[in-house]
């Protein structure tokens, strides 16, 4: 079993919808991070959050260190937001396996 | 203020080879961190750098090595090339040592082994 699960693998919506990607680890943490890449291999770091929530734009991250879980949220998805999410738990620098996501217009 | 560049975007190499990568954190970042990424394996990190001092290492044979100038540029060098190491290598570089500093990443140099 990996260290860091994330869940969907792949996931496809129409514009508008709202969008939920988790990530779940097995190890102790400080911090966790959200990424995001396009096409092309390009990472931008969208979240570093070590508790409660965090609102960027149309992006919510939330935590729960004591259930080992994070979720990923995007309101009011863009086609733009076609991307793959990658999770990764910073203390034992391990990344999730990531969740491609597509949007549709 | 320009972001991390990686040099170069595109390398073809042949078994046995070696190579050298560069990074050029953002101005004012001491600390670099380099990632492999590959289609099997995800993303897996390989060290990490700060003030010319190899302060974190993941888990990757000794071909792999890197080090840091006191520009905080970064160089990888990887030796003995195998068709394994063909792969996105991504760098990213932060204010302060330590993984739990928010990363900045470049766009990759994309390593392919014939």
């Known amino acids: 079993k990996n260290e860091v699960e994330q869940s969907p693998q792949n996931l496809t919506a129409q514009e508008g919808e709202f969008i939920t990607i988790n990530c779940s680890y097995s190890?102790?943490?400080?911090?966790l991070h959200w990424l995001q890449q396009h096409p092309g291999g390009g990472i931008v770091s969208l979240f570093m959050?070590?508790?409660g929530k965090k609102k960027h734009g149309r992006l919510i991250a939330t935590i729960n260190i004591q259930e080992k879980h994070s979720s990923l949220h995007i309101t009011a998805s863009h086609p733009r937001d076609s991307a793959v999410y990658i999770c990764a738990v910073t203390d034992k620098l391990i990344f999730g396996t990531g969740t491609r996501l597509q949007v549709f217009p | 203020k320009a972001g991390v560049t990686q040099t170069p975007r595109y390398l073809i190499k042949t078994r046995g080879q070696q190579v050298t990568l560069s990074c050029s954190p953002i101005?004012?970042?001491?600390?670099v961190s380099w990632y492999q990424q590959t289609p099997g394996q995800g993303l897996q990190f390989l060290f990490e750098y700060f003030s010319e001092t190899q302060r974190n290492k993941g888990n990757f044979p000794g071909r792999f090595s890197g080090r840091q100038f006191s520009n905080s540029r970064s160089e990888m060098n990887v030796s003995t090339l195998e068709l394994g190491d063909s792969a996105l290598y991504l760098c990213a570089s932060s204010l302060g040592t330590g993984i739990n500093q928010p990363q900045h990443f470049g766009d990759g140099t994309r390593l392919s082994i014939l």
């Open positions: 959050l070590s508790s």
């Open positions: 101005s004012g970042h001491r600390s």
């Open positions: 190890v102790g943490i400080s911090a």
